[in-house]
């Protein structure tokens, strides 16, 4: 079955997926995107492709609905895995630049041509690394979303943007930039386009948020150089997660990034990207409960300001 429901309670849709289940289990130490096996049978460099088993689909069938309230839509869409390479003992914090550069460069490309799908109104690129977040496979892969729909935390990030940009005709995005330069207690690192942050209102204990100084509101529109800094910036946010407590840091990484293919500009979304972490310590999780779930209502057991320092504090070389 895929198809999606609609929740009428909090406005939202649920995907139903039940062939995620059928995923086959394959002999140990078999990975499934490493060149020559399941996925990719060719050699390649890195490589993006549709999702074998997805919660969205590019051919969904149409769904019948037989009731007025509990209502069932197609589940159309595109869910796509992103192979950041083929060397499989590898991470973002791992690769080099030139690999992540082009990384970087292939997101945009993929934004792009999958914003012309006129089905499609939003896209979301993510990574979820270490078993501690969910990840089955250690291979440096992420995902994309093309979603049908906006999803319930992009509706509440246009909503503040625009409330923020009619009250004071600004990004606010831009403003916080402006304001963490100037008091410099939260900013771990920094370069000519990009700055990354642990936010003054941070939800998780080592969440970093990173954004260009240059108002965007999609990948696709940085520059050259600004793809060059980006690239450089994850590489070294990721460096610094790995030092934090000389483990490999799980983390989820998210991109936020405007609409597509609606009536609305929605020119004061401002392209960002956001890390978080189950990790409050060494060897110490920071679950997700009730009030938090049920809520959205987040405690944060580690001040922002503590963990920007500590974050900042790790020296990181890096091969240009």
């Not at 246009?158 to 008091?183: D, F, M, P, Q």
């Not at 990034?257 to 929605?266: A, G, R, V, W």
């Not at 189950?278 to 300001?305: C, D, H």
Request: hydrophobic share 35%; proline share 8%.
């Amino acid at each position: 079955m895929l198809e999606r429901r609609y929740n009428p309670i909090t406005d939202e849709w649920v995907m139903i997926s039940s062939s995620r289940q059928k995923r086959p289990n394959l002999p140990k130490d078999s990975c499934p995107i490493c060149p020559g096996v399941l996925e990719l049978p060719e050699e390649y460099d890195l490589v993006s492709f549709e999702n074998r088993f997805p919660a969205l689909k590019r051919d969904a069938e149409n769904v019948e609905n037989n009731s007025e309230i509990l209502k069932k839509a197609s589940s159309q869409g595109i869910c796509e895995v992103v192979v950041y390479t083929k060397e499989h003992n590898s991470e973002l914090s791992k690769m080099p630049l030139t690999q992540i550069e082009k990384l970087t460069s292939m997101w945009a490309d993929r934004t792009l041509e999958l914003s012309k799908y006129e089905f499609i109104k939003y896209i979301y690129i993510f990574e979820n690394k270490g078993k501690e977040v969910g990840a089955t496979l250690p291979h440096p892969h992420g995902q994309l979303y093309a979603f049908p729909f906006l999803p319930p935390r992009i509706k509440v990030k246009i909503n503040a943007l625009k409330k923020w940009y009619s009250e004071r005709k600004t990004c606010s995005i831009c403003e916080i930039i402006n304001e963490e330069k100037k008091l410099n207690e939260r900013i771990i690192y920094e370069n000519e386009t990009m700055i990354a942050i642990v936010p003054f209102y941070a939800r998780y204990p080592y969440e970093v948020h990173l954004y260009p100084k240059r108002h965007i509101s999609s990948i696709y529109e940085m520059t050259g150089k600004e793809e060059k800094d980006f690239s450089k910036a994850l590489k070294i946010i990721t460096s610094k997660y790995n030092g934090l407590f000389n483990m490999p840091f799980p983390y989820m990484m998210m991109f936020f990034q405007k609409p597509f293919n609606l009536p609305e500009n929605m020119h004061y979304f401002h392209f960002h990207v956001e890390f978080i972490s189950p990790m409050r310590g060494p060897n110490l999780i920071k679950w997700i409960a009730s009030v938090e779930s049920g809520t959205w209502a987040f405690i944060n057991p580690i001040e922002p300001e503590k963990a920007a320092e500590q974050l900042r504090n790790i020296e990181v070389n890096i091969n240009e």
